[in-house]
């Protein structure tokens, strides 16, 4: 009998519910948005409701399709947008606000005030991260004391918190399990990620109960059963979770400390595996954990950065320069020049990113002449897509202490051809593109399937994923240098103009 995992990728904009065979490949996938919530500049919310409706939605269009028979789904694989935090009632599983996800600011006098006080040490120590509303500490405690009612839930005994991932578990288990994964649970500035346990000072700092807080599981392995679910038996186990980047770092299947993913989306996410070692970034990079196996006795851990403007730069040439009419018309422009003719685009549009962190940064194109037109600034564009990447990674090299392999791409700007022979010219690499771009789901997949034994391990999972394209460096190692030394001035005066 044929054997599917079915994963749910819950994003920001919407959730994806997909269908994998035992052989690794995607059957099918249906994609639900929900609405965005925006209560006042800076702050964004989603609807815990919409985020469960989305999903119910997915699985029954899904089913709907009849790939495959309900009794046929031998686990479920869930991966999520990471710091987005949310309290429900424990007895009814109502949620008691707005879920505050990861984009929001809402807590950042608070952060700062525990930056003044000296304390962003402390939580870096602990966690691998920087002090900031990013992540979910200082949202759970926002809600703790700003929503109403929420006291007098607490001294009940009636809260739950925790991120996507957790809400999404206790929905498909009616209540049976309240866990959230090591992944995510290291996105929390709560979890100490030497002991994979909640940490008792961070949990005073930030004033959150331990008691309301989710068991910390690992992210193979049975968590719970499918119970009450439409259109799904009783039974289903829930084998797989992860955040989203740290699945698409499993789904490309990143086993071997040095290797390394980059998702092109909005902004850019790399992730690069450093193996046992949890390793504190000299180039203010995060350090996360990437994933544990049931089997294992220690996580995997990963550095992380991440460029804020990637695919959002090609958006504003479309949307406000109005250099193009879709954004992949971007492609065939910038193939129609050579180079960009000493055009430098340092896209700062909100500040500049790892390995940077200048917030105050603005955007600038430096270097035009009477000769330069749109073709020029469309492939300053994509070499500054890539060159923010270079950036990221040689700091990852000198964090890891050695070579990075060839870098793996997902997300929706790698299906541009000559972005991806920029980046792999510019950084020197090989860039290698999967056949399954959907690399969160299957990561998501991959890690349900070790957890009910579809696949053994690592290693069969390495064999079931497959590579599309491969881009060989093809600049000249003098040439390279050239051009990231001009990028590296064109990002110093970014840089002197914010300070």
């Given amino acids: 009998m044929a054997a599917y995992i079915l994963a749910i990728d819950q994003g920001t904009t919407g959730t994806t519910v997909a269908l994998v065979d035992e052989q690794g490949q995607l059957r099918g996938k249906v994609n639900r ?22 999903t119910c939605q997915g699985i029954g269009e899904l089913l709907r399709r009849e790939l495959c028979r309900p009794d046929d789904i031998a686990a479920i694989g869930i991966t999520n947008q990471r710091e987005t935090a949310l309290l429900w009632h424990r007895q009814s599983g109502a949620p008691l606000h707005n879920a505050i996800v990861w984009q929001c600011r809402r807590t950042t006098e608070f952060c700062q005030n525990l930056q003044a006080q000296g304390l962003e040490e402390t939580v870096r120590g602990k966690t691998g991260l920087l002090l900031d509303p990013y992540f979910s500490a200082s949202k759970y405690r926002w809600l703790l004391q700003q929503v109403p009612g929420v006291k007098r839930l607490l001294r009940a005994g009636q809260v739950l918190a925790g991120t996507v991932d957790s809400y999404l ?54 968590v719970g059963v499918t119970c009450n679910v439409p259109g ?58 990437a994933w544990q196996l049931s089997s294992e006795r220690k996580p995997t851990y990963a550095l992380e950065g991440g460029a804020f403007i990637c695919g959002a730069a090609v958006q504003w040439l479309r949307d406000e320069l109005q250099l193009i009419n879709n954004a992949a018309d971007i492609e065939e422009l910038a193939a129609s020049v050579d180079d960009s003719g000493g055009v430098e685009f340092v896209p700062a549009l909100t500040g500049l990113g790892a390995p940077w962190w200048e917030p105050a940064a603005r955007g600038a194109i ?28 040689h700091a990852m ?52 399937g070790i957890g009910v034994g579809l696949w053994s391990g690592q290693q069969e999972v390495s064999d079931v994923w497959q590579a599309e394209r491969e881009f060989a460096v093809q600049l000249a190692a003098p040439a390279r240098q050239a051009r990231k030394a001009s990028w590296q001035r064109a990002v110093e005066r970014v840089r002197s103009a914010a300070a």
């Fill in 169 to 222: 578990v206790w929905k498909l288990s009616a209540g049976g399990s309240h866990v959230t994964d090591v992944s995510n649970a290291s996105r929390s500035s709560l979890m100490n990620i030497d002991t994979g346990l909640w940490d008792r000072e961070l949990l005073e700092l930030f004033s959150v109960p331990a008691e309301i807080l989710p068991e910390i599981v690992r992210s193979s392995g049975v």
């Fill in 232 to 289: 799904l038996p009783d039974g289903i186990p829930i084998a797989g979770l992860a955040g989203d980047q740290q699945a698409a770092l499993f789904g490309q299947a990143c086993f071997s400390a040095g290797d390394a993913k980059c998702t092109f989306g909005t902004g850019s996410f790399i992730l690069m595996n450093t193996g046992k070692r949890r390793l504190q970034s000299a180039a203010g990079l995060l350090t996360t954990i």
């Fill in 397 to 448: 090299e000198q964090d890891l202490g050695r070579r990075m392999k060839p870098l793996r791409v997902d997300g929706g700007a790698c299906v541009n051809n000559l972005l991806m022979q920029i980046q792999a010219d510019l950084l020197g690499r090989k860039i290698i593109r999967p056949a399954l771009t959907e690399t969160t789901v299957a990561g998501a997949a991959y890690l349900a």
């Fill in 33 to 54: 948005e929900f609405p965005q919530i925006y209560p006042k500049p800076g702050w964004v919310e989603h609807d815990p409701s919409a985020i469960w409706e989305s």
């Fill in 366 to 393: 430096t270097g035009l002449t009477r000769g330069a037109g749109g073709a020029h600034i469309a492939r300053a564009t994509l070499e500054a897509m890539a060159l923010q990447n270079v950036d990221i990674l």
